[in-house]
């Protein structure tokens, strides 16, 4: 764990001392106790989606993307992490979640892009991009 957290710090682009810096934070964030001391191929999947969330997280970026990765934590974890999430937003950071799980974007996001096939369908607040999909579901292709 501890190595990978080092490497994927480097890999996002922190210097070495840095990621080293936050590695009580990237442990401490993740709750893998010592878990975090051992080789990641003995990790559950959710163990390695804690220890990536938690070293982006403490990252600081200015944007960052994150890609259903909070539908594999334990209901606990989500929350911290929404927490975390929303605390970068509050701080002005931008944070671009891509997820099928209509309730966690409604208590992260306030704008929307839905993309449907690889294309976009629709965008802007989040209310209206949700009721122009709930209508899609309902009355497909426009039918009535």
């Given at each position: 764990g501890r190595d990978n957290a080092i490497l994927s710090g480097l890999m996002i682009g922190l210097r070495q001392r840095d990621i080293v810096a936050r590695l009580p934070a990237i442990k401490e964030f993740s709750e893998l106790g010592d878990f975090f001391e051992q080789p990641i191929a003995s990790y559950s999947s959710g163990m390695?989606?804690?220890?990536?969330?938690?070293?982006?997280?403490?990252?600081?970026?200015?944007?960052?993307?994150?890609?259903?990765?909070?539908?594999?934590?334990?209901?606990?974890?989500?929350?911290?992490?929404?927490?975390?999430l929303r605390e970068r937003m509050r701080q002005g950071h931008t944070v671009v979640l891509v997820s099928h799980d209509e309730t966690q974007v409604s208590a992260l996001c306030d704008r929307l892009l839905w993309i449907e096939h690889g294309r976009s369908v629709r965008e802007g607040p989040r209310d209206e991009v949700f009721a122009a999909y709930h209508?899609?579901?309902v009355h497909p292709d426009g039918a009535t």
């Open positions: 390695v989606m804690r220890l990536g969330f938690s070293v982006a997280i403490q990252a600081e970026p200015d944007v960052l993307l994150i890609d259903e990765v909070l539908a594999v934590g334990d209901a606990e974890f989500q929350e911290k992490s929404g927490a975390a209508e899609e579901l």
